[in-house]
Structure formats: C-alpha cells, structure tokens
C-alpha cells in the first residue's frame, strides 16, 4: 500500500492517530470495493477471495516505527444532521455546529505492506484480491489516497521501516492492532445492513515491532487492582470541574454502597478491610493533551485483585446491575448538582474514558500525578520523597525506583488542589503535593497514592513518551 499523499488519516482510539495502519482496514476497503449485489456475476468470487483472505490468519506489518511518525490532528467545525430552530450554522438554517478533531499520521517513508508469510492463494483468488485492490482508492478516512497493489512474492522490510508481529498480550510495548478473522466479512455486511458502524464488529490483537533478538523487558508487574470500571459523563450538562473531584468521589461512594446488597464487603464499605485494598471511586479528568482544561470526564470504580469472588460478584451486581443491565445512572445528594451518567458497556468516546488510559495498556515505568498525593502524615524532618515512597508501598504497589517532587502539577488539566472546603474534616492541613515515579519494571494502574486515594485524590497517570505525544 502506498500513501498517495503521505499521510494516512485513521484514529485508534478515538482521539488518537493509528499506527501501523491496521489491516482490519485493509480489508474494509477490500470490501467496499467489492461486488455487493448478489445477484451479480462477480459476487460470489469476490465473497470467495475475501474469504480466503480473512481465513489466512494475522499479518505482518512492514511500516515505518512510530517513534518516527509524526501525529497530526485536523480540527474544524462541521455541520450536523441535527435540526434546532435556535441553530447557529449561517450557511444551512436550522441546523446545528459542532466541533471535528480528526487524528493523522505523516510517515517518513509512504509505504505500507501487509504480508501474510505463510499463505499461498489459489490463482484465481489471487487475481481477485488484485482486482478488488486496484478499485481501492483510500485505506481509513477518505482524506488519505491509497494505492494497493497485490504481489505473489517475498517483500523485503525498507531501510526506514520495521515489522510489526503479533505477540502475546500484555507483552510490554505492543499496541492494540484490529485484524480480519473468520467470519469478518459477513459481520461487516450484516452490520451495514442494520446500520451500525464497521469497527463494532473489529478483534485487536497486540502487535509488537521489537526486533526478535532484542532482549524483551520483564512483563508488567499487576498492581493492587484487577479492573477500572468506567462510566462517561452523560452529555448536554454543565461540566464539572476537576478541583469538585472530592464531592463527585464521594457521591459515586454512597451511590455504590446504597446499590450493594448487604452485608457490604469490607473492601467495599473499607471497614474492618484491615490493610486490604478498598474499591477506589477515582473522577477522571481531561488531562495530558494540549487543549486540557481539568474537567470531568467520567467516573471510574477500581476493583481490587484480591477479592473473595462472592464479594467480587456483590459488588458488580450493585455497580451494574444484574446481568449488567442496570448500571449507576446518577450521583446526586446534598448540595451538590444532579451528576448524569452514560452507560458503562458502551464503546468510550474519547482517550480519557479508556480504562488503559489510566492503567497503562501494558503497564508503565513512570507515571505522573493528575490530583495530588495527601501525604499520610506530616513529614516533619524527614523528606516527603519518603512518605510517598511508603504510601504506594502501604498501597500495594512495588517500591519505585525514584520519586521526583514537582512544584506544581505537571500534566496540562491537573489539579492543583481539591476546592476549599472538599477536604474531610481533620484532614485540610496535610500537604499535597505533585510528583513523578518511576519503577524499575512495568507496573499496571491504575496507580493512587497517599490518605485520599479512594476518593481519587493521588491518581497517577503513566507519563507519555515522544512518540505518544
């Protein structure tokens, strides 16, 4: 596949520009440029090829590494198939405006091959793929011209471009990559047929482009919680600041607590847990990216790894619902606004409502406070480095290797401190404060540290690289 235009406009997730480009779309637009008729006479042998195709199994990737590709994010407002007699759009009466961020990618060498090494198509598949290839004209959005040509021979890895294999998940390193598989091609005409979207019926397997004599950093270490459960803020409220994270966790901790049949679980209720990790109500805000400003995003429930699993059930139930149909809808009590949440089982819109977002998708070495870090005691004489030290230790977590102290928070959107007044009583004069960890291995989020952590005061976020930002 060559990129016409040297660039290749595609996002995973969201909010995010995709590399390596993912053959799933390969075959999407193998597919687009398909007969779909079935009637006609090229059908069935265009069905045939596909098929064969999403049978041979995940490819390799041959594509420039991305530490040398270059993120690039077009944004413009666009107009919407919503109709609203208040509508501001000054071209199309009666409808509404909203914001478009679409993620690219611009690689220093415009040439992508998908090889499956393995494989040997029959000849007149082979000839199909080759016309169904030469029909495509962009691989994922439109905006980025492709040229795709099928060869029957060994294709050797360009000097600027390295091989993207399949490995084992968690492998330290690899990134989520969507595949064709078996039965691909009729989830994606039936999924046309009833309206929904192609990537609804995509499988991601982890890629890795560690060369395969490189020695392989240790597997991430798991730290004290087994998932992060995440629930969007519903849309068309006002935002919440990220300084009310106090207020919000705890609203989230009485709505799960009422929900869960009694008895309530100690780690659960966090009485008589004894040095056990508790759930942790963490707010989760829009932080790490240029245009941050601190607001929430959703809300997020740690569930610890050490759960009796007729506890673990209790409180999944009361989270979610029976069979997962009934989750928290809202928070509300007191004083504070009627808080409105999505559905939790529902794709996340956006990189901050991603679970590895916070824990790291393959675990992390350092990672940077978002809210800070309540010490558990006054330091005294002693160096507050050592408190957090002892606090992510007393967590659960390995001890880090290091612990820089910052003067303030680091990524764009943290907070400084909770609103005046959030603080539980007998607690508003311990310090906060802001750091970097780092740990000697990997380790999996999510990470909170310090007296608050269950109620998100302490949550880390693992720190992005070059090439992630």
């Known amino acids: 596949m060559r990129l016409r235009a040297g660039r290749y406009d595609a996002a995973y997730p969201k909010d995010r520009m995709e590399w390596p480009p993912h053959p799933a779309r390969l075959f999407c637009a193998l597919v687009a440029s398909a007969e779909h008729d079935p009637t006609a006479p090229g059908f069935e042998a265009d069905s045939e090829a596909l098929r064969w195709l999403e049978a ?51 690689p220093p060498d415009d040439r992508v091959v998908f090889v499956w090494p393995r494989a040997s198509a029959p000849d007149g598949v082979l000839w199909r793929l080759s016309r169904l290839a030469r029909r495509v004209p962009y691989v994922g959005r439109s905006t980025s011209s492709a040229q795709v040509e099928v060869l029957d021979e060994v294709v050797e890895c360009g000097p600027s471009q390295v091989t993207y294999r399949p490995v084992k998940i968690g492998t330290v390193g690899s990134v989520g990559v969507r595949v064709p598989y078996p039965g691909y091609l009729d989830a994606l005409r039936d999924a046309y047929a009833q309206g929904h979207r192609a990537w609804e019926m995509s499988e991601e397997m982890a890629y890795s482009c560690r060369p395969a004599n490189e020695k392989a ?72 990216h240029p245009h941050a400003d601190g607001h ?43 808080l409105r949440l999505g559905d939790p089982a529902l794709p996340p819109q956006g990189w901050g409502l991603r679970p590895d977002r916070w824990t790291g998708r393959n675990g992390a070495r350092r990672w940077v406070t978002t809210t800070p870090v309540m010490l558990d005691r006054y330091p005294g004489r002693r160096d507050p480095a050592e408190l957090v030290v002892e ?16 003067e303030g928070p680091l990524p764009r959107g943290a907070v400084t401190r909770p609103r005046r007044g959030t603080i539980p009583a007998g607690r508003d004069r311990r310090p906060l404060l802001h750091c970097r960890i780092e740990f000697s291995v990997p380790v999996r989020g999510p990470v909170i540290a310090g007296a608050l952590r269950y109620l998100g005061c302490g949550l880390f976020i693992p720190e992005a690289s070059r090439a992630d930002r």
């Open 56 to 106: 041979a199994g995940a490819p390799l990737v041959l594509a420039s590494a991305a530490e040398q590709v270059t993120a690039s994010m077009r944004a413009g407002f666009v107009v919407t198939n919503a109709t609203n007699g208040r509508a501001g759009s000054t071209v199309w009466p009666g409808r509404t405006n909203r914001e478009s961020r679409r993620a690219g990618a611009l």
């Open 296 to 338: 929430l995003l959703g809300v997020g429930v740690a569930v610890p790894r050490d759960l009796e699993p007729g506890d673990r059930l209790a409180i999944l139930r009361g989270l979610l619902g029976d069979g997962g149909e009934d989750p928290i809808r809202e928070l509300r009590g007191g004083a504070a606004p009627r």
């Open 217 to 288: 950093e240790p597997l991430a270490e798991a730290g004290p919680y087994a998932e992060l459960l995440v629930w969007p803020a519903a849309r068309g409220q006002v935002p919440v600041g990220g300084d009310a994270l106090l207020t919000v966790a705890e609203l989230l901790r009485r709505a799960a607590i009422s929900r869960i049949k009694d008895p309530v679980p100690a780690q659960a209720s966090g009485h008589g847990a004894d040095d056990r990790p508790h759930l942790a109500f963490l707010p989760l805000l829009d932080v790490g």
């Open 391 to 406: 606090s992510l230790i007393t967590a659960r977590y390995p001890e880090p290797s290091s612990v820089t102290l910052l």
